[in-house]
């Protein structure tokens, strides 16, 4: 059963920060919001061995990632744990110029949680929704694991299940040697 999902983003190409994460963190999943801008399977593997079981994990394309070849999905939805997630990098949806794109596409896919990256800066909130559309979203962005922008450091999220179906959503810092 997962009970800890390391989400990160816009690695580009700094694969070695990711194992950084992975190393501290030793997750049951894990969530990769796009510009990854290397070989996902590279990270994959690093995830199993660390954890010696298969370890699921999510990849999503972004917008500097069609230039390395990478043939990734640019939406993933799915359910777990009674949540049901809505993970995208962001540009499409226009992530700039403000959430409601975003917040209407997990709404459409009846997703409570959606995750994004693209601004390389840490976000979380919650939006109730707008008329009888869904129930309202999370929404979070760790930020960039590599290279941070608006005054923010290089960073993760931790989402947790806690007993009882609620979520325990962490920022971290990766502070490397």
């Known amino acids: ?20 994460a992975i190393d501290i963190e030793r997750p049951d999943m894990l969530i990769h919001l796009g510009d990854i801008e290397d070989d996902p399977e590279v990270v994959r593997r ?12 999510v990849f999503v394309q972004g917008n500097c990632d069609g230039y390395k070849g990478l043939k990734l999905q640019s ?6 744990n009674d949540h049901r997630f809505y993970c995208t990098h962001g540009h499409r949806q226009g992530v700039n110029m403000g959430l ?10 009846d997703c409570d949680i959606a995750m994004y990256g693209h601004t390389h800066v840490p976000f979380d909130d919650y939006f109730e929704s707008f008329g009888d559309v869904g129930s309202g979203v999370r ?39």
Do not use: C
Request: net charge positive; aromatic share 6%.
């Open 100 to 109: 409601e794109n975003l917040m209407y596409s997990a709404l459409e896919n």
């Open 1 to 20: 059963m997962v009970k800890k999902i390391l989400i990160v983003s816009d690695s580009h190409g700094r694969s070695q920060n990711i194992k950084a």
């Open 46 to 57: 690093w995830l199993d061995e660390t954890m010696k079981t298969s370890v699921p994990a």
């Open 139 to 177: 929404i979070l962005n760790p930020g960039s694991i590599s290279i941070p922008r608006g005054g923010s450091k290089r960073s993760y999220m931790i989402l947790t299940f806690m007993d009882g179906g609620e979520i325990n959503v962490e920022l971290k810092n990766l502070k490397l040697s």
């Open 75 to 80: 939406t993933a939805v799915f359910e777990l």
